[in-house]
């Protein structure tokens, strides 16, 4: 019986913390998408060629500083899952 209840637990740890991957990677999602939009629509009113290609080289930096913000975040939310996943239960 304790057995079964080890499983069943860790089985739940395991769950909660695929969910909080999955949610993470939804609200990062949302994020990176909603830049994207932000960015076409500064593109839409961009004047010249200048303006265009410095809206492009800032969101290209943005973008790039905050997917490595996120793949730390998210290793971190990984990591921690894994901790909690094989942690003995008292």
């Given at each position: 019986h304790d057995t079964a209840a080890?499983?069943?637990d860790r089985g739940a740890t395991v769950r909660?913390?695929?969910?909080d991957i999955?949610?993470?990677?939804?609200?990062?999602?949302?994020?990176?998408?909603?830049a994207s939009l932000d960015y076409a629509q500064q593109?839409?009113?961009?004047?010249?060629?200048?303006?265009?290609m410095r809206l492009h080289?800032?969101?290209?930096?943005?973008?790039?500083?905050?997917?490595?913000?996120?793949?730390?975040e998210m290793g971190q939310i990984v990591s921690r899952a894994a901790m909690?996943?094989?942690?003995p239960k008292t």
């Open positions: 080890t499983i069943e909660e913390g695929a969910k999955s949610s993470k990677a939804i609200t990062f999602a949302e994020k990176n998408v909603a593109l839409l009113h961009a004047k010249d060629l200048g303006e265009v080289s800032e969101y290209v930096q943005g973008q790039m500083k905050s997917l490595a913000e996120q793949a730390s909690d996943a094989a942690k």
